[in-house]
Each structure stands twice: as structure tokens, then as C-alpha cells.
């Protein structure tokens, strides 16, 4: 039996519904759902989505993850998109801030909807960050002054692209490029436009397709001392004029 045969079977139990019962809620023969929780036949897509809506569990989740091994009450629930986000909870029975360190964050990526990822992550509090879910990412690059390498995001967990406001600042985890932290605005139904403070660098597009989180900025936690006199975007700044001078002779010997 695979993973996931394993898991609709035991979410099947916990909710002590018969398997007839359960195929014409799903809207297909109980010939059919026998298949699958057997695991002789895999489900389609669609099957997969309707699954994920009747249980409450994202489709990462019931492919990947043995539901029998973690404590499913400890997993925050979103109606909306329909999935379960894994968190950690203090015992007041509090959301705790998990922080991403620089050196998970390319494992992010595959690990964000693995509640073993997860609860591996150190954990912090902020009693002045309530209502909602709310998680820390590591800083990288200069495009985004003032925080710089060594700074931390502390985002609020975004349910809908309903939610998204033009001209904020969020994180997003993208299959493209993981996590990044840009200014959003939204460009038509289908994608956003990701927008870097420092105008050194250019904006560009993002397929909604290609986003898997959205966190909104919350606060941030520089670990360095800002150095004005140092500023890496002074230097971009330099560097910008001299693009725009080396553009401007290449116009005028045209």
C-alpha cells in the first residue's frame, strides 16, 4: 500500500465513515475508492482535490506525510484554500513564531507543508503579534533596504490573493525561486508583480501558478548594526548612475 492509501484509510476511520458512504460524497462508484484505498489504482487529479476538500488536508499532506504519526489537532486550519498548515503551538496553547535560518532556507521549500520540517525549526514569541499565524524568514541580498543579510521577516500567514494589497511588503515561497521578500502589486488575475525597494534592480512577474505561500509583513528583526556610511546601496546607487551613463553613450553612437 502506498502513502497515501494509507492515509485515506485512517482519516476514513477517524472520521468512522464506511467507505460507501465516503465514494458518494466524493461523487464516485465505492468500486472505484476501493481502488485507492488499496492502493491497486492511483487517484486523478480531481479525485485528489476532492479528497483534499472533504478531510481538510492539502494534497502535499496526503502524499507525502504518514497522517498516523502526527497530531493532526496541532495543525492550523484554513477555510478558504482548504489545507492544513502545519505550525507549532507553546503549552498555553499558543502559536509560536518559527523561524526559517538561513541554512533551512533552501530546504523550505520542499519541507514548509511537513509538519516533521516544521516542528524541527527553533521557536520564538512575540506577545505583541496576535490574531494569526505568524513565521520568520531569513533576509538575503540588498534589495530590499534597510534589512540587510543576517535580518529576519516576521510575515503573517496570507489565506487568499484577496488578501494581497498593492504596494505592501510580503514574503513569498515561489516554486521558482523559494522564498523571496519583494514589494507585490497586483498585475491582472493571474500573476503579481514583485517589486525590489532598491531601483537597482528591475521588477518582474510571478505566475499566481507558481506562488505556494504568501506571508504579509509583520515586523522585522535586524541582527546588525546599520552602517549608513557603508550602505550597499550607496554603492548600487553608484552603480545604477553609471549603467544609465554607459546606456546614454551607447544611444547617442548609435
Same mark, same amino acid.
Given at each position: 500500500?502506498?502513502?497515501?492509501?494509507?492515509?485515506?484509510?485512517?482519516?476514513?476511520?477517524?472520521?468512522?465513515?464506511?467507505?460507501?458512504?465516503?465514494?458518494?460524497?466524493?461523487?464516485?462508484?465505492?468500486?472505484?475508492?476501493?481502488?485507492?484505498?488499496?492502493?491497486?489504482?492511483?487517484?486523478?487529479?480531481?479525485?485528489?482535490?476532492?479528497?483534499?476538500?472533504?478531510?481538510?488536508?492539502?494534497?502535499?499532506?496526503?502524499?507525502?506525510?504518514?497522517?498516523?504519526?502526527?497530531?493532526?489537532?496541532?495543525?492550523?486550519?484554513?477555510?478558504? $484554500?482548504?489545507?492544513?498548515?502545519?505550525?507549532?503551538?507553546?503549552?498555553?496553547?499558543?502559536?509560536?513564531?518559527?523561524?526559517?535560518?538561513?541554512?533551512? =532556507?533552501?530546504?523550505?521549500?520542499?519541507?514548509?507543508?511537513?509538519?516533521?520540517?516544521?516542528?524541527?525549526?527553533?521557536?520564538?514569541?512575540?506577545?505583541?503579534?496576535? $490574531?494569526?499565524?505568524?513565521?520568520?524568514?531569513?533576509?538575503?541580498?540588498?534589495?530590499?533596504?534597510?534589512?540587510?543579510?543576517?535580518?529576519?521577516?516576521?510575515?503573517?500567514?496570507?489565506?487568499?490573493?484577496?488578501?494581497?494589497?498593492?504596494?505592501?511588503?510580503?514574503?513569498?515561497?515561489?516554486?521558482?525561486?523559494?522564498?523571496?521578500? !519583494?514589494?507585490? $502589486?497586483?498585475?491582472? =488575475?493571474?500573476?503579481?508583480?514583485?517589486?525590489?525597494? @532598491?531601483?537597482?534592480?528591475?521588477?518582474?512577474?510571478?505566475?499566481?501558478?507558481?506562488?505556494?505561500?504568501?506571508?504579509?509583513?509583520?515586523?522585522?528583526?535586524?541582527?546588525?548594526?546599520?552602517?549608513?556610511?557603508?550602505?550597499?546601496?550607496?554603492?548600487?546607487?553608484?552603480?545604477?548612475?553609471?549603467? !544609465?551613463?554607459?546606456?546614454?553613450?551607447? @544611444?547617442? $553612437? !548609435?
Amino acid at each position: 500500500m502506498s502513502l497515501f492509501s494509507d492515509n485515506i484509510r485512517f482519516l476514513r476511520i477517524q472520521k468512522n465513515i464506511s467507505q460507501e458512504k465516503l465514494a458518494t460524497s466524493l461523487l464516485i462508484a465505492r468500486a472505484r475508492y476501493v481502488k485507492y484505498e488499496s492502493g491497486t489504482s492511483e487517484a486523478p487529479y480531481d479525485i485528489l482535490k476532492r479528497i483534499s476538500k472533504y478531510y481538510h488536508v492539502s494534497i502535499d499532506l496526503l502524499l507525502n506525510v504518514d497522517l498516523r504519526k502526527i497530531d493532526m489537532d496541532g495543525m492550523l486550519k484554513l477555510e478558504d $484554500n482548504r489545507i492544513l498548515l502545519p505550525i507549532t503551538i507553546d503549552m498555553g496553547g499558543e502559536n509560536t513564531i518559527e523561524i526559517i535560518p538561513q541554512k533551512a =532556507k533552501a530546504g523550505y521549500l520542499n519541507g514548509y507543508s511537513d509538519p516533521e520540517f516544521i516542528e524541527g525549526l527553533q521557536q520564538i514569541s512575540l506577545p505583541f503579534l496576535k $490574531n494569526g499565524k505568524f513565521r520568520a524568514f531569513p533576509v538575503s541580498g540588498d534589495s530590499m533596504p534597510p534589512h540587510r543579510d543576517g535580518s529576519f521577516i516576521i510575515g503573517k500567514y496570507v489565506e487568499g490573493l484577496g488578501e494581497v494589497r498593492d504596494g505592501r511588503t510580503y514574503i513569498l515561497l515561489t516554486k521558482s525561486e523559494g522564498i523571496v521578500y !519583494k514589494r507585490l $502589486n497586483r498585475n491582472g =488575475k493571474n500573476s503579481l508583480m514583485l517589486i525590489s525597494d @532598491n531601483s537597482f534592480y528591475e521588477p518582474y512577474a510571478v505566475m499566481v501558478s507558481d506562488i505556494l505561500e504568501i506571508w504579509e509583513y509583520a515586523c522585522s528583526i535586524a541582527t546588525k548594526e546599520f552602517e549608513p556610511d557603508d550602505s550597499p546601496e550607496t554603492i548600487r546607487d553608484v552603480l545604477q548612475g553609471m549603467r !544609465k551613463e554607459i546606456a546614454a553613450l551607447r @544611444n547617442s $553612437n !548609435k
